[in-house]
């Protein structure tokens, strides 16, 4: 990945940290680490291109949905 990809990619990255923590009422440090103990964090670098072109709120509502599902499944698996 280049430099000017590498970029983007950790900018969307962060932003959408910010946009799902500010919709659950927690800090963006709380929130990274939710995510990624989850592995939404590798998704969001990963699956770039899908996200990038849909809008705030529909990104934002997609990771909180995933987010919840993906800790309760972890949560049932202890």
């Not at 932003?15 to 680490?33: F, I, K, P, R, T």
């Not at 939710?34 to 899908?50: C, E, F, P, Q």
């Amino acid at each position: 990945m280049n430099t000017a990809k590498t970029q983007q990619t950790l900018a969307f990255a962060a932003m959408c940290v910010d946009l799902v923590a500010q919709a659950e009422g927690c800090n963006s440090q709380e929130m990274y680490q939710r995510l990624k103990k989850v592995g939404l964090i590798h998704g969001l670098t990963t699956h770039l291109d899908a996200l990038h072109t849909q809008s705030k709120e529909y990104v934002t509502n997609d990771l909180l949905q995933a987010l919840h599902r993906l800790e309760a499944a972890q949560t049932n698996k202890q």
